[in-house]
Protein backbone atom coordinates (compact mmCIF):
# COMPACT_ATOMS: atom_id res chain seq x y z
CA UNK A 1 0.00 0.00 0.00
CA UNK A 2 1.51 3.56 -0.83
CA UNK A 3 1.83 5.63 2.26
CA UNK A 4 3.31 7.76 4.19
CA UNK A 5 4.07 6.80 7.72
CA UNK A 6 5.57 9.02 10.82
CA UNK A 7 6.80 7.84 14.55
CA UNK A 8 5.74 8.52 16.67
CA UNK A 9 2.03 9.22 16.52
CA UNK A 10 2.30 10.88 19.73
CA UNK A 11 4.86 12.60 21.86
CA UNK A 12 5.24 14.46 25.44
CA UNK A 13 8.16 15.84 26.09
CA UNK A 14 10.04 18.14 28.30
CA UNK A 15 12.15 21.40 27.18
CA UNK A 16 15.21 20.67 25.94
CA UNK A 17 15.55 17.51 25.31
CA UNK A 18 16.24 16.36 21.78
CA UNK A 19 14.01 14.60 19.44
CA UNK A 20 13.66 13.11 16.03
CA UNK A 21 10.52 12.67 14.41
CA UNK A 22 10.58 10.04 11.62
CA UNK A 23 8.77 10.01 8.48
CA UNK A 24 9.06 7.31 5.58
CA UNK A 25 7.17 7.47 2.33
CA UNK A 26 7.36 4.01 -0.09
CA UNK A 27 6.55 5.71 -3.35
CA UNK A 28 9.95 6.70 -4.66
CA UNK A 29 8.82 10.34 -4.36
CA UNK A 30 11.43 12.88 -5.45
CA UNK A 31 9.71 15.87 -2.88
CA UNK A 32 9.26 15.92 0.31
CA UNK A 33 7.89 18.47 2.97
CA UNK A 34 7.32 18.94 6.63
CA UNK A 35 4.76 21.01 8.05
CA UNK A 36 3.01 22.03 10.93
CA UNK A 37 -0.51 22.36 12.09
CA UNK A 38 -1.72 25.08 14.39
CA UNK A 39 -5.24 26.19 14.99
CA UNK A 40 -6.31 28.99 13.37
CA UNK A 41 -3.50 29.13 10.93
CA UNK A 42 -3.65 25.81 8.56
CA UNK A 43 -0.64 24.34 7.52
CA UNK A 44 2.82 26.26 7.68
CA UNK A 45 5.80 24.66 5.74
CA UNK A 46 8.90 24.21 7.79
CA UNK A 47 11.60 22.40 5.39
CA UNK A 48 11.38 20.99 2.30
CA UNK A 49 13.58 18.29 -0.01
CA UNK A 50 13.39 18.44 -3.59
CA UNK A 51 15.39 14.99 -3.77
CA UNK A 52 18.31 13.22 -1.97
CA UNK A 53 20.72 15.90 0.04
CA UNK A 54 18.47 18.95 -1.18
CA UNK A 55 16.97 20.42 1.69
CA UNK A 56 15.77 23.99 1.81
CA UNK A 57 13.72 26.42 4.48
CA UNK A 58 10.03 27.34 4.78
CA UNK A 59 7.96 29.60 6.05
CA UNK A 60 8.63 28.61 9.98
CA UNK A 61 12.28 26.51 10.29
CA UNK A 62 13.61 28.12 13.25
CA UNK A 63 14.22 25.68 16.25
CA UNK A 64 13.95 23.01 13.86
CA UNK A 65 16.51 20.76 11.36
CA UNK A 66 16.08 17.78 8.54
CA UNK A 67 18.22 16.10 6.41
CA UNK A 68 17.80 13.68 3.35
CA UNK A 69 20.49 11.12 3.17
CA UNK A 70 17.63 8.52 1.54
CA UNK A 71 15.27 9.15 -0.94
CA UNK A 72 12.50 7.38 0.97
CA UNK A 73 13.31 9.04 4.62
CA UNK A 74 13.26 12.56 5.65
CA UNK A 75 13.24 12.76 9.43
CA UNK A 76 12.38 16.12 11.44
CA UNK A 77 14.97 17.64 13.96
CA UNK A 78 14.19 19.19 17.21
CA UNK A 79 17.48 19.81 18.73
CA UNK A 80 15.74 21.62 21.69
CA UNK A 81 12.46 21.86 21.87
CA UNK A 82 10.46 24.71 23.38
CA UNK A 83 6.57 25.16 24.45
CA UNK A 84 6.25 27.16 21.27
CA UNK A 85 6.69 24.20 19.46
CA UNK A 86 4.07 22.47 20.66
CA UNK A 87 2.18 21.20 17.85
CA UNK A 88 0.96 18.57 15.14
CA UNK A 89 2.96 17.55 12.55
CA UNK A 90 2.81 16.37 8.83
CA UNK A 91 5.26 15.05 6.85
CA UNK A 92 4.05 14.91 2.82
CA UNK A 93 5.78 13.43 -0.36
CA UNK A 94 5.33 14.39 -3.92
CA UNK A 95 6.30 12.83 -6.94
CA UNK A 96 8.10 15.65 -8.10
CA UNK A 97 8.33 19.03 -6.61
CA UNK A 98 7.81 20.81 -10.11
CA UNK A 99 5.28 19.66 -11.57
CA UNK A 100 1.85 19.63 -10.33
CA UNK A 101 1.21 16.69 -8.63
CA UNK A 102 -0.47 15.95 -5.36
CA UNK A 103 1.36 15.69 -1.85
CA UNK A 104 0.37 12.76 0.17
CA UNK A 105 0.38 13.38 3.97
CA UNK A 106 1.30 10.95 6.83
CA UNK A 107 -0.82 10.64 9.96
CA UNK A 108 0.66 13.14 12.23
CA UNK A 109 2.71 13.61 15.34
CA UNK A 110 1.34 15.62 18.07
CA UNK A 111 4.27 17.01 20.12
CA UNK A 112 3.43 18.40 23.46
CA UNK A 113 6.68 20.35 24.81
CA UNK A 114 6.50 20.95 28.51
CA UNK B 1 1.45 38.16 -1.61
CA UNK B 2 0.96 34.80 -2.67
CA UNK B 3 -2.08 33.64 -0.19
CA UNK B 4 -5.08 31.44 0.19
CA UNK B 5 -8.08 33.01 2.00
CA UNK B 6 -10.77 30.44 3.39
CA UNK B 7 -13.36 33.17 4.80
CA UNK B 8 -15.72 30.88 6.73
CA UNK B 9 -14.44 29.10 9.84
CA UNK B 10 -17.42 26.78 9.80
CA UNK B 11 -19.97 25.72 7.75
CA UNK B 12 -23.26 24.45 8.38
CA UNK B 13 -25.69 22.07 5.90
CA UNK B 14 -28.29 19.89 6.04
CA UNK B 15 -27.69 16.60 5.18
CA UNK B 16 -29.29 15.87 1.40
CA UNK B 17 -28.80 19.57 0.91
CA UNK B 18 -26.36 21.23 -1.04
CA UNK B 19 -22.89 22.27 -0.15
CA UNK B 20 -20.14 25.26 -0.65
CA UNK B 21 -16.75 26.01 0.97
CA UNK B 22 -15.26 29.05 -0.55
CA UNK B 23 -11.92 30.02 -1.01
CA UNK B 24 -10.25 32.48 -2.79
CA UNK B 25 -6.37 33.23 -4.13
CA UNK B 26 -3.53 35.39 -4.75
CA UNK B 27 -0.77 34.19 -7.34
CA UNK B 28 1.63 35.05 -9.68
CA UNK B 29 1.33 33.22 -12.80
CA UNK B 30 -1.03 30.49 -13.65
CA UNK B 31 -2.91 29.27 -10.24
CA UNK B 32 -2.62 25.83 -9.41
CA UNK B 33 -5.27 24.71 -7.16
CA UNK B 34 -6.06 22.12 -4.67
CA UNK B 35 -8.80 20.64 -2.29
CA UNK B 36 -7.68 18.44 0.74
CA UNK B 37 -9.90 16.91 3.68
CA UNK B 38 -8.94 16.19 7.25
CA UNK B 39 -10.94 13.63 9.12
CA UNK B 40 -10.57 13.59 12.60
CA UNK B 41 -6.68 12.21 14.16
CA UNK B 42 -6.01 11.31 10.36
CA UNK B 43 -3.44 12.92 7.66
CA UNK B 44 -4.57 15.55 4.83
CA UNK B 45 -6.55 13.28 1.88
CA UNK B 46 -6.41 15.00 -1.62
CA UNK B 47 -9.66 15.44 -3.20
CA UNK B 48 -8.97 17.50 -6.64
CA UNK B 49 -6.83 19.72 -8.07
CA UNK B 50 -7.18 22.37 -10.69
CA UNK B 51 -4.27 22.43 -13.34
CA UNK B 52 -5.97 23.94 -16.84
CA UNK B 53 -8.48 22.96 -18.80
CA UNK B 54 -11.77 22.95 -17.57
CA UNK B 55 -13.23 24.68 -15.35
CA UNK B 56 -15.63 22.50 -13.37
CA UNK B 57 -13.50 19.61 -11.69
CA UNK B 58 -14.13 16.39 -10.30
CA UNK B 59 -12.75 14.73 -7.41
CA UNK B 60 -13.24 11.96 -4.55
CA UNK B 61 -16.19 11.06 -2.76
CA UNK B 62 -18.46 13.22 -4.99
CA UNK B 63 -17.23 16.60 -4.70
CA UNK B 64 -16.76 19.25 -7.25
CA UNK B 65 -14.95 22.75 -7.38
CA UNK B 66 -14.96 25.53 -10.01
CA UNK B 67 -12.58 27.76 -10.91
CA UNK B 68 -13.52 30.91 -11.31
CA UNK B 69 -10.49 33.01 -12.95
CA UNK B 70 -11.66 36.74 -12.69
CA UNK B 71 -13.00 35.68 -9.35
CA UNK B 72 -9.34 34.31 -8.74
CA UNK B 73 -11.78 31.98 -6.73
CA UNK B 74 -11.95 27.91 -6.31
CA UNK B 75 -14.95 27.03 -4.33
CA UNK B 76 -15.51 23.37 -3.44
CA UNK B 77 -19.10 21.66 -4.28
CA UNK B 78 -21.47 19.09 -3.87
CA UNK B 79 -24.92 19.04 -4.66
CA UNK B 80 -25.82 16.33 -1.75
CA UNK B 81 -24.72 16.22 1.50
CA UNK B 82 -23.32 13.43 3.73
CA UNK B 83 -23.27 13.37 7.20
CA UNK B 84 -20.35 11.39 6.92
CA UNK B 85 -18.27 14.70 5.09
CA UNK B 86 -18.21 16.71 8.02
CA UNK B 87 -14.46 17.17 8.18
CA UNK B 88 -12.02 20.39 8.25
CA UNK B 89 -11.28 21.51 4.54
CA UNK B 90 -8.39 23.11 2.88
CA UNK B 91 -7.57 24.85 0.09
CA UNK B 92 -4.33 25.43 -1.64
CA UNK B 93 -2.49 26.92 -3.94
CA UNK B 94 1.19 25.96 -5.76
CA UNK B 95 3.45 29.33 -5.62
CA UNK B 96 6.57 29.67 -7.02
CA UNK B 97 9.30 30.08 -5.26
CA UNK B 98 12.83 30.81 -6.18
CA UNK B 99 13.93 27.58 -7.55
CA UNK B 100 10.91 25.33 -6.46
CA UNK B 101 7.41 25.95 -5.82
CA UNK B 102 5.19 25.63 -2.57
CA UNK B 103 1.65 24.68 -1.80
CA UNK B 104 0.58 27.45 0.50
CA UNK B 105 -2.75 26.76 2.36
CA UNK B 106 -5.76 28.29 3.84
CA UNK B 107 -6.68 28.52 6.63
CA UNK B 108 -9.23 25.99 6.69
CA UNK B 109 -12.93 25.27 7.26
CA UNK B 110 -15.15 22.69 9.32
CA UNK B 111 -17.81 21.56 7.61
CA UNK B 112 -20.53 20.21 10.11
CA UNK B 113 -23.45 18.12 8.03
CA UNK B 114 -26.64 17.28 10.98
CA UNK B 115 -28.88 14.67 9.80
Known amino acids: EAQVTQNPRYLITVTGKKLTVTCSQNMNHEYMSWYRQDPGLGLRQIYYSMNVEVTDKGDVPEGYKVSRKEKRNFPLILESPSPNQTSLYFC?????????????FGPGTRLTVT | AQSVAQPEDQVNVAEGNPLTVKCTYSVSGNPYLFWYVQYPNRGLQFLLKYITGDNLVKGSYGFEAEFNKSQTSFHLKKPSALVSDSALYFCAVRARMDSSYKLIFGSGTRLLVRP
Open chain 1, 92 to 104: ASSLSGVTPHEQY
